[in-house]
């Protein structure tokens, strides 16, 4: 709980790590600041963090491979000598996606279920995906992999019977203490956990969803990358996206 | 074939740290479409936001023995980086401009279609476009004003005629209610 001494300088570190505090207010802050005050300091960072994700309300941008190309010349610069080759240029993820996600269906609807043969009843998931492959209901969404994890991709099938299964394939396991989270996103209402993938050592994983009825209907399905036990609401970068086709 | 695990991106600063190029090259993909599309919001001209993404993974190279996971994650510190650049460029932009002639209502360009292309767009409306549109409109804007335009409260509130104190408010209830919504309650 905050001391309510405390409050007026807190009012104050909201605007502040917003980076909107200015006149006097900024520089009475500043100078409260420079007192190592540990409350403000972890308030504000605190809230920097949640601020954070606002621009991950825009569409992460590819830059031209040039910059990265100029970025790395000043650095071979700076140190008067080339590291290591220079890396291949690569292709841009959409094409890149375009290419192989039609190749890649079965294979990752096959992987995705052999994951699964290996930590649940073989009988039931192998009958739950025959059953939705073989549902004329079942609707397909394809996954892309965005932020850390673009070569990532994935499909989500689901029925109306209210099954459902996501597949994935490239998504590399997390760091230590990171989970994959599956999520529904719809812009009427906060985003719906709907459960974690632990993809194994060759980024093949998947979750069966028995029920979808609590997580649709969706604008969006997203996967994002959590510290592990954060199932309130996402906070971490995307790893895979739907784009309605 | 097995793929490569993903590299905590606080081990990869540390190798950065260490003069890592490979490390260096691994954390400019992972986030430089992050950074590049908050720049092109923020700069709105494709050659600007690139010269900043280029100027701010150089400062990553630079000073990358400076961070402290006590400090934030690294995704934090870097769009710090980003955002402080980016206001200074629009600051001085807006110096620049004023010295010669008074510019239209920049309210009229700040939508991020300038930016972004409509292809996808609704891709763009992701997690946190879920809780800003949970935002009342008048919270939603400030916000928008201070983090992506680089507005002081006191230029938000003269550029919505609002009372500096009305602003204020609809700062730290938009930022209480984002903080609610992305479950980091305050302490």
Same mark, same amino acid.
């Given at each position: 709980?905050?001391?309510?001494?405390?409050?007026?300088?807190?009012?104050?570190?909201?605007?502040?790590?917003?980076?909107?505090?200015?006149?006097?207010?900024?520089?009475?802050?500043?100078?409260?600041?420079?007192? /190592?005050?540990?409350?403000?300091?972890?308030? %504000?960072? /605190?809230?920097? /963090?949640?601020? $954070?994700?606002?621009?991950?309300?825009?569409?992460?941008?590819?830059?031209?491979?040039?910059?990265?190309?100029?970025?790395?010349?000043? %650095?071979?610069?700076?140190?008067?000598?080339?590291?290591?080759?220079?890396?291949?240029?690569?292709?841009?993820?959409?094409?890149?996606?375009?290419?192989?996600?039609?190749?890649?269906?079965?294979?990752?609807?096959?992987?995705?279920?052999?994951?699964?043969?290996?930590?649940?009843?073989?009988?039931?998931?192998?009958?739950?995906?025959? $059953?939705?492959?073989?549902?004329?209901?079942?609707?397909?969404?394809?996954?892309?992999?965005?932020?850390?994890?673009?070569?990532?991709?994935?499909?989500?099938?689901?029925?109306?019977?209210?099954?459902?299964?996501?597949?994935?394939?490239?998504?590399?396991?997390?760091? /230590?203490?990171?989970?994959?989270?599956?999520?529904? %996103?719809?812009?009427?209402?906060?985003?719906?956990?709907?459960?974690? %993938?632990?993809?194994?050592?060759?980024?093949?994983?998947?979750?069966?969803?028995?029920?979808?009825?609590?997580?649709?209907?969706?604008?969006?399905?997203?996967?994002?990358?959590? $510290?592990?036990?954060?199932?309130?609401?996402?906070?971490?970068?995307?790893?895979?996206?739907?784009?309605?086709? | 074939?097995?793929?490569?695990?993903?590299?905590?991106?606080?081990?990869?600063?540390?190798?950065?740290?260490? &003069?890592?190029?490979?490390? @260096?090259?691994?954390?400019?993909?992972?986030?430089?479409?992050?950074?590049?599309?908050?720049?092109?919001?923020?700069?709105?001209?494709?050659?600007?936001?690139?010269?900043?993404?280029?100027?701010? @993974?150089? &400062?990553?190279?630079? &000073?990358?023995?400076?961070?402290?996971?006590?400090?934030?994650?690294?995704?934090?510190?870097?769009?710090?980086?980003?955002?402080?650049?980016?206001?200074?460029?629009?600051?001085?932009?807006?110096?620049?401009?004023?010295? @010669?002639?008074?510019?239209?209502?920049?309210?009229?360009?700040?939508?991020?279609?300038?930016?972004?292309?409509?292809?996808?767009?609704?891709?763009?409306?992701?997690?946190?476009?879920?809780?800003?549109?949970?935002?009342?409109?008048?919270?939603?804007?400030?916000?928008?004003?201070?983090? @992506?335009?680089?507005?002081?409260?006191?230029?938000?509130?003269?550029?919505?005629?609002?009372?500096?104190?009305?602003?204020?408010?609809?700062?730290?209830?938009?930022?209480?209610?984002?903080?609610?919504?992305?479950?980091?309650?305050?302490?």
């Amino acid at each position: 709980m905050m001391s309510t001494e405390h409050a007026h300088w807190l009012e104050r570190g909201d605007i502040y790590a917003l980076g909107a505090l200015d006149g006097v207010e900024l520089k009475d802050f500043q100078a409260h600041l420079a007192t /190592e005050c540990s409350i403000c300091k972890a308030y %504000i960072q /605190e809230t920097r /963090e949640t601020l $954070n994700l606002l621009h991950r309300s825009l569409r992460p941008t590819t830059p031209s491979p040039e910059v990265k190309e100029r970025v790395l010349e000043h %650095i071979d610069g700076e140190n008067g000598v080339s590291l290591t080759v220079a890396q291949p240029k690569k292709s841009r993820r959409w094409q890149r996606i375009t290419g192989t996600i039609a190749a890649g269906i079965v294979g990752v609807m096959l992987a995705g279920a052999y994951y699964h043969f290996r930590y649940e009843p073989r009988h039931t998931v192998y009958s739950a995906v025959v $059953n939705l492959l073989r549902d004329p209901s079942t609707r397909d969404l394809q996954l892309y992999g965005a932020g850390p994890t673009p070569a990532a991709k994935g499909r989500f099938l689901w029925n109306d019977s209210g099954e459902g299964h996501v597949f994935v394939t490239n998504l590399p396991p997390p760091p /230590e203490g990171k989970m994959y989270a599956v999520w529904t %996103i719809a812009q009427s209402s906060a985003p719906r956990y709907v459960g974690t %993938i632990k993809p194994d050592v060759k980024g093949q994983g998947g979750l069966h969803i028995n029920s979808t009825r609590s997580v649709l209907p969706m604008d969006t399905f997203a996967v994002t990358l959590e $510290n592990e036990d954060t199932t309130a609401a996402p906070a971490g970068p995307m790893v895979l996206v739907s784009k309605q086709s | 074939m097995p793929v490569e695990p993903l590299v905590d991106p606080v081990t990869l600063i540390q190798r950065i740290a260490a &003069q890592n190029r490979d490390a @260096f090259s691994q954390f400019y993909d992972r986030y430089s479409p992050i950074v590049y599309s908050l720049a092109l919001r923020m700069l709105r001209a494709q050659s600007d936001a690139e010269d900043l993404l280029q100027e701010i @993974f150089l &400062q990553v190279w630079r &000073q990358a023995t400076v961070y402290s996971a006590e400090r934030g994650s690294p995704e934090a510190w870097l769009i710090n980086i980003a955002r402080s650049r980016a206001i200074d460029k629009l600051r001085s932009i807006r110096r620049r401009e004023r010295s @010669f002639v008074l510019t239209d209502d920049p309210a009229a360009a700040e939508s991020p279609d300038n930016v972004e292309t409509s292809a996808g767009e609704s891709e763009s409306k992701l997690v946190m476009n879920s809780a800003l549109a949970n935002l009342p409109e008048a919270q939603r804007r400030v916000l928008e004003l201070a983090y @992506f335009d680089g507005l002081s409260q006191s230029e938000i509130a003269a550029r919505l005629a609002e009372p500096l104190g009305t602003v204020k408010t609809r700062m730290r209830a938009g930022i209480q209610r984002l903080r609610g919504m992305l479950g980091t309650q305050a302490a």
